[in-house]
């Protein structure tokens, strides 16, 4: 039997985080559809990778999470974050189908499987739609992402002479990777060729230039693996729910949410059409936004709230503002260009967040009441607040309890990144939060820049200890592109340093420090 069933296991897989897998999102998700969140007590990721997210969901929360990733060398590097966290979390190299067989399992209020289902073949996709029918709780929710037919319609016939040079034209015995990068570089000629210019299309461009700078590892399994295929909504649809008896729930793209106010008066009318069947207006707004990935929550028998039951869940929302309040600024970016918010509404609102505690939903629509001196309803405050989760400049955050229990597990956690970061550079590119349950991303010089903080009280000492580590390391700074000269080195890590340290009170209030 071949254990890797057609997936690229010669090197693994970067080490991501995924958002989406934070079990404290789905309560905003679910309430923008009037929708009772779950209760979630146990959960478990299908095809963990590297168990980032997967290690930071079980140090940073009360759940208990449960996952497995058939590649061993993956689990082996899972369990070892788990062994620093102490965290509970329960880790296999089981197959999916070894998995759908095993007794000792509890049933599960959450599932999650990023960057699987379009990766596998039909027969693993029956094993996970059968896991999930068998494990799933009623009411429990499953996070599916998956590639789109609408944006990947015109790429794939490049996408597949890119894995057949790969497969069959590559030197033999060079890595995945290597191997990717090379057809990478071929269909890149293809397409730069004057006479094919019937084929080009800007979404072809595009889609090469985004793959050109991705890493090598990620290109691989983006593109190497045996299987790989794209839906629409309605085959995803009548797969989970015929399957899985799974209904769509909500999208976990919080700018998903925000649909409306990034079309035009015509594509509103069309879709108003079809507004009817859920099945064709997702696909009508996959096909107007040419859509090529969608990451979507599913439930297992949804409970819709009433305006009295919503209005209360609502209300009892705590909400903390995760960035310094010099770096907010009033636009989104959106799948259809750049959108202004109202600075008549939303300076209030962020000086009522500007210290970066956790402030009750209930109390924020009071503060803002005062201020504007007219009512502010709820209505309006989910749109505020999925605005600004679409810009991560706020997240909801756990009760107290949650947050002191999962301190002890998330600061280990981090204290071992931090620690590695002078080490291996790129190692990993997330610290976690306590308080919200969610990672924040930062580059390799502001990792070190933290670290150094941790150790030494002054400006000038960050600044001495990083350069000493690119020193030792033999890295430079890259900005715009381009490496920094060396004698423009200090002045780069004297700005970086004061910048940081606007930071660093908001990483001491999320509990990252």
Not at 158 to 170: D, E, G, I, P, V
Not at 309 to 327: A, Y
Request: aromatic share 10%; hydrophobic share 40%; with cysteine.
């Amino acid at each position: 039997m071949n254990w890797n069933q057609g997936y690229v296991t010669d090197i693994n897989y970067t080490r991501g985080y995924c958002k989406m897998l934070n079990p404290l999102r789905i309560k905003l998700c679910f309430l923008a559809h009037k929708l009772l969140p779950p209760k979630i007590e146990n959960a478990c990721e299908l095809g963990f990778g590297q168990g980032i997210s997967l290690n930071f969901n079980a140090a940073s929360t009360n759940v208990n999470w449960y996952g497995t990733d058939f590649n061993p060398s993956q689990a082996a590097f899972a369990k070892n974050m788990a062994d620093i966290s102490g965290a509970s979390v329960n880790i296999f190299d089981d197959s999916f189908e070894e998995l759908l067989q095993r007794d000792d399992l509890p049933k599960f209020d959450f599932i999650a499987l990023h960057g699987i289902y379009s990766w596998v073949s039909p027969k693993v996709r029956e094993q996970i739609t059968a896991f999930i029918h068998k494990n799933l709780s009623i009411g429990g929710v499953c996070y599916i992402s998956y590639n789109c037919q609408a944006g990947w319609g015109s790429v794939t016939p490049f996408r597949n002479l890119l894995r057949a040079y790969s497969t069959n034209l590559t030197a033999g015995g060079k890595a995945s990777s290597i191997r990717a990068r090379e057809g990478l570089n071929f269909v890149s000629e293809l397409v730069s060729l004057p006479s094919t210019e019937v084929i080009k299309s800007p979404r072809v461009i595009g889609m090469l230039q985004t793959l050109q700078r991705m890493d090598d590892n990620y290109l691989a399994h983006e593109l190497l693996n045996e299987h790989q295929y794209a839906f629409d909504f309605l085959e995803i649809s009548k797969e989970l729910g015929n399957n899985a008896k799974l209904n769509f729930a909500s999208y976990a793209n919080f700018n998903d949410h925000l649909t409306n106010i990034q079309l035009s008066k015509e594509e509103r009318e069309l879709l108003a059409k079809v507004a009817y069947n859920q099945e064709l207006y997702e696909m009508l707004k996959d096909l107007i936004f040419a859509n090529n990935l969608r990451s979507d929550y599913w439930v297992k028998g949804a409970v819709r709230l009433n305006d009295a039951e919503w209005e209360r869940e609502m209300l009892d929302l705590r909400i903390v503002l995760t960035i310094p309040l010099s770096e907010a600024n009033y636009s989104i970016q959106t799948y259809k260009g750049t959108l202004d918010l109202n600075k008549d509404f939303y300076t209030p609102l962020f000086e009522i967040l500007q210290d970066n505690e956790p402030k009750l939903l209930k109390d924020i629509k009071a503060s803002l009441e005062k201020t504007l001196k007219r009512e502010v309803n709820l209505i309006e405050l989910l749109e505020a607040l999925i605005a600004l989760s679409s810009k991560d400049y706020i997240k909801l955050a756990q009760d107290e309890a949650t947050i002191e229990k999962a301190q002890n597990h998330t600061q280990k956690l981090n204290k071992y990144i931090l620690e590695r970061s002078t080490e291996t550079f790129g190692f990993i590119n997330h610290l976690i939060s306590p308080v919200t349950g969610e990672a924040i991303s930062l580059n390799q010089l502001d990792l070190m820049f933290v670290y150094a903080s941790t150790l030494k009280d002054k400006e000038k000492d960050w600044v001495e200890f990083v350069a000493n580590v690119l020193q030792e390391k033999n890295e430079g700074i890259i900005k715009d592109g381009k490496e920094i000269p060396k004698e423009e080195m200090k002045a780069e890590l004297e700005k970086q340093a004061k910048k940081l340290k606007t930071w660093l009170a908001v990483f001491k209030k999320l509990k990252i420090i």
